[in-house]
T-cell receptor, first 114, second 112 residues
Framework: GAVVSQHPSRVICKSGTSVKIECRSL??????MFWYRQFPKQSLMLMAT?????????EQGVEKDKFLINHASLTLSTLTVTSAHPEDSSFYIC??????????FGPGTRLTVL | GDSVTQMEGPVTLSEEAFLTINCTYT??????LFWYVQYPGEGLQLLLK?????DKGSNKGFEATYRKETTSFHLEKGSVQVSDSAVYFC???????????FGTGTRLTVIP
């Protein structure tokens, strides 16, 4: 149990285009999901906390207009990278909270912006 | 603020060697502590956790003890296998908080 999926696993796009990444909790409902970014050989950096039915909470330094988060249902959160640029290339990971202080992670999405 | 400091890698060990990956933390309150593992090409998986001082988390032969006096949560395994090759992340979640704070990760390679 407690499986989280992400789609797509890899995406390559041209600079200036927008990319949507989906995060789904497959066998449980999650009122809270998280989006992380992982740079090569570095740790995960929390970008935002996504709450079902309400606006996401963004961490300091993360542009909310660039990284749009929607958590429309208890099993789905989406991250849209708008007007992507090469510096947005990274590994994006979502997680879903099953219970207090316990998160389950998706396999990640590697975004490459040309 | 909350933070986690983790032993830098990479670490290369021979099969059946003893493993220690150091992790220390800074937190207000009483955090829960975690070790996550990321196998090549996969997402993070919870390896073990401890929610209060002196608790020992264990799984798959790995152990870590929550030491409040030294603010540490070192990961150990008595005899590593090739299949343990992965990146290991230490993390904390402060009491009442939703999010996790991660260390920088330690890449472990076990050679036959």
């Amino acid at each position: 149990g407690a499986v989280v999926s992400q789609h797509p696993s890899r995406v390559i796009c041209k600079s200036g285009t927008s990319v949507k990444i989906e995060c789904r909790s497959l066998d449980f409902q999650a009122t809270t999901m998280f989006w992380y970014r992982q740079f090569p050989k570095q740790s995960l950096m929390l970008m935002a906390t996504s709450n079902e039915g309400s606006k996401a909470t963004y961490e300091q330094g993360v542009e909310k207009d660039k990284f749009l988060i929607n958590h429309a249902s208890l099993t789905l959160s989406t991250l849209t990278v708008t007007s992507a640029h090469p510096e947005d290339s990274s590994f994006y990971i979502c997680s879903a909270r099953l219970r207090e202080a316990e998160q389950f992670f998706g396999p990640g999405t590697r975004l490459t912006v040309l | 603020g909350d933070s986690v400091t983790q032993m830098e890698g990479p670490v290369t060990l021979s099969e059946e060697a003893f493993l220690t990956i150091n992790c220390t933390y800074t937190a207000t309150g009483y955090p829960s502590l975690f070790w996550y593992v990321q196998y090549p090409g996969e997402g993070l998986q919870l390896l073990l956790k401890a929610t209060k001082a002196d608790d020992k988390g264990s799984n798959k032969g790995f152990e870590a003890t929550y030491r409040k006096e030294t603010t540490s949560f070192h990961l150990e395994k008595g005899s590593v296998q090739v299949s343990d090759s992965a990146v290991y992340f230490c993390a904390l979640s402060d009491a009442g908080a939703n999010n996790l704070f991660f260390g920088t990760g330690t890449r472990l390679t076990v050679i036959p």
